[in-house]
């Protein structure tokens, strides 16, 4: 799998502090125009949908086999969007929204969406907009070539800017293509008047040159015959860079010092980089700040990344992450903001409208709605703080690094509650071997209970900790099984009082296979459900039971994965399926070893040592079943390693999403190994996740 920003989120190591620039002394190397002085966002537009009319066709970015429905075992996304804004949408197989109605989603093909996004600029104060163009004359280009279109009439409409933003990721004829598509495409794109200029020049961007790693191996002599030879058109050149550009480093190949500075303005990417205000800072005061002096020191424009922070992986805070970052850049001195992204629903670091609660998401996914961390959010409340980190580059409002935005205007009505089930305390009337009550209440919707066989009627029962008043519940089986109907009722488990009488309930993989059931409200702790019967097994099954109500705690914080995003290696890879592709947070990207050549390892620097104790290894969920020997091993320094746990052999099934979880005695370590010696599936070691947790 071609890798572009989508993908490329591994953590560089940090380096050596920089001296401190005063932000007193930082002075554009231009002066204001479309893009100094100015919020750009990052506008992906590429989004489609069966009957939109894209020539791509299908779900394009909504699912990873686009040809098949999104749901929760054939998605690339990892957030919602806030639907109520857009007049025309395309229904998915995903289970229906907590609060009863159907999910369905937008296509960026649709002239109306892209214009909604354009007022939303306008509404929020955005001043431009960077297309992502990827390479053209592959089988994407008339799509591509259709959406800009598209957004030159929406932003000629809403007063809005706009250029195009080349991702030269996994493009072999970049070279010569890139100038070819200028020449015929883009450069008569210019004409709008609403195409970015700055200097009175075009503004186009490059992202890629320069990374370090197989997707982008083009020589600084092409990089810099790419770059001079747009400047010759007349263009304003903006390079999308790696964070390490200046030194030469980590996620940036060496010795290309002379390519960045041949760029107009620098726009370094920082997605994945950290997740927490800390993280911001450090990076403020040992890269951000000396990329700023270098850039004055050498008359560039300097365009840093402003992050929103990953939804899905809890780092947004209710909003003091994204407006850390750009308080940070603005303090620095920077010539612009380049926001990181508008519609990136993939990653989860969209600003564009999001679900508010789980009520407007589908019930029993887990997807991560804007109040997940007990804190009420409007579904435009990061286009809002959009709007005052603009005021506050533009000098229209004091710098502050307190967060003037509310998460609310005062307008919407009480907040939902998470899932109050996730993680409590479960018990049962019988368990089928190692299939235990717990599994209904885990984060792991391929886990599952299972009764005693042939022994009906059974139970499984979750301690919510205290009484609260329950209005509907989720309930799943594994996404691949295939259709069955059970018979449940639903209880009070203290008092026994009913809830909900029995009733027959499908489970059917073209849904999810989850059901929601709405109850009255009444407040329980003990949430009952009796299984009379199941017409696929002749025992009662269920795989995740999540409650909601009107009024509960929030939910705990996230266990974070510890090697999402951190630099990888491994003993050899095939072709494309390099070792970094275990820690994107793709389940469908994987690494695989060299063929016919066991042992093999693949492996994670955590960053700094950390305590570990549980491991979950993944392959993608379509695979066939298989079997390999593994072994888990750790290290302080990377050379003398240590087993954590011993090599077995460990069965990959697809109806347990072919997830393995491993736990060990929790060790103080820096990098964790994975050691394949044998695959009954394929003569190679292959992994599309290796995670890390605490235990």
């Known amino acids: 799998m071609p890798l572009s920003r989508r993908t490329l989120l591994s953590a560089a190591a940090l380096s050596p502090a920089a001296a401190l620039l005063d932000p007193a002394s930082a002075s554009a190397a231009s002066p204001p125009g479309d893009v100094v002085g100015k919020v750009t966002v990052g506008y992906q537009g590429w989004f489609a949908c069966p009957g939109d009319g894209a020539p791509i066709g299908g779900w394009w970015h909504w699912s990873r086999d686009r040809f098949q429905p999104p749901s929760p075992s054939n998605t690339t996304i990892v957030s919602w969007p806030d639907m109520r804004d857009y007049t025309h949408a395309y229904p998915t197989a995903y289970p229906n929204l907590g609060s009863g109605g159907p999910a369905a989603l937008f296509s960026s093909y649709d002239q109306q969406t892209v214009d ?13 907009a960077a297309l992502q163009r990827f390479n053209p004359f592959g089988d994407e280009g008339p799509t591509r070539d259709a959406m800009y279109q598209k957004v030159r009439t929406a932003a000629e409409a809403t007063g809005r800017k706009f250029y195009i933003m080349w991702d030269v990721s996994g493009w072999p004829n970049m070279q010569s293509e890139i100038k070819t598509d200028w020449s015929t495409k883009i450069s008569a794109l210019t004409a709008s008047s609403a195409y970015a200029r700055q200097n009175g020049k075009p503004v186009v961007c ?65 997605v994945g980089r950290t997740g927490d205000l800390d993280g911001l800072d450090w990076f403020y005061t040992n890269v951000n700040t000396a990329d700023q002096a270098d850039c004055n020191a050498h008359g560039i424009d300097y365009q840093p990344c402003a992050l929103p922070g990953d939804l899905s992986s809890g780092h947004r805070r209710h909003g003091d992450y994204y407006w850390r970052s750009i308080y940070n850049m603005v303090r620095l001195g920077a010539q612009g903001l380049y926001v990181s992204m508008f519609d990136e629903f993939n990653e989860g670091n969209q600003i564009a409208k999001t679900a508010e609660t789980q009520a407007s998401i589908p019930a029993g996914t887990g997807i991560r709605a804007l109040d997940e961390d007990g804190t009420r959010c409007d579904a435009d409340y990061y286009l809002r703080i959009t709007t005052d980190g603009g005021k506050m580059l533009k000098g229209q409002i004091a710098l502050t690094a307190t ?23 479960a018990s ?53 099984w295939e259709r069955r109907t059970q018979t449940i009722s639903i209880q009070d488990g203290g ?64 266990v974070t994965d510890l090697a999402r995003g951190h630099a990888t290696s491994s003993s050899g890879s095939t072709q494309s399926y390099g070792p970094g592709n275990v ?41 066939g079943a298989r079997t390999q020997t593994l072994s888990i091993s750790g290290s302080t320094n990377g050379s003398s390693f240590t087993t954590l746990v011993p090599s077995a052999g460990r069965t990959f099934d697809p109806g347990g999403s072919n997830t393995v979880t491993l736990t060990a005695t929790p060790a103080n370590i820096r990098y964790v190994r994975a050691t394949i010696t044998a695959n009954t599936g394929w003569p190679a070691g292959q992994l599309s996740a290796l995670e890390v947790y605490p235990s």
Not at 521 to 535: H, M
Not at 553 to 558: D, E, G, H, M
């Open 403 to 425: 967060r003037p935005t509310q998460p609310t205007t005062g307008t919407t009505p009480p907040p939902t509650t998470g899932d109050l089930a996730a993680g409590k305390p």
């Open 583 to 623: 820690v994107d947070g793709d389940a469908g990207t994987y690494w695989e070893s060299t063929n016919n050549a066991f042992p093999q390892w693949v492996q994670v620097d955590l960053g700094a040592a950390a305590t570990v104790g549980r491991f979950v290894l993944k392959l993608p969920p379509s695979w």
């Open 495 to 558: 008092s026994g009082a009913a809830l909900k009488s029995a009733a027959g309930y499908v489970f059917d993989p073209a849904s999810g296979n989850a059901v929601t059931v709405t109850l009255p409200g009444t407040a329980v702790r003990y949430l009952r459900l009796s299984f009379a019967s199941n017409t696929g097994w002749p025992a009662a099954q269920l795989s995740q039971i999540s409650a909601y109500a009107d009024s509960a705690p929030p939910p705990p914080p996230p």
């Open 116 to 128: 909604t996004h354009f007022g939303w600029m306008r509404t929020y104060g955005i001043d431009t």
């Open 428 to 480: 049962a009337s019988s368990v089928n071997g190692s299939f235990a009550a717990a599994n209904a209440t885990d984060s792991n919707a391929g886990s599952y209970w299972e009764s005693a066989n042939n022994a009906f009627p059974q139970w499984v029962q979750v301690d919510l900790g205290s009484a609260v008043g329950l209005t509907s519940v989720v309930l799943r089986l594994p996404a691949g």
């Open 206 to 270: 490059i992202w890629g040159f320069g990374f370090n790693d197989e997707n982008h191996t083009f020589s600084q002599a092409a990089c810099l015959d790419v770059i001079n030879w747009l400047k010759g058109q007349g263009c304003y050149v903006i390079g999308g860079v790696p964070t390490y550009w200046r030194e030469g480093k980590n996620d940036s190949r060496a010795g290309y010092l002379d390519v960045y500075h041949a760029f107009h303005a620098i726009s370094p990417w920082m």
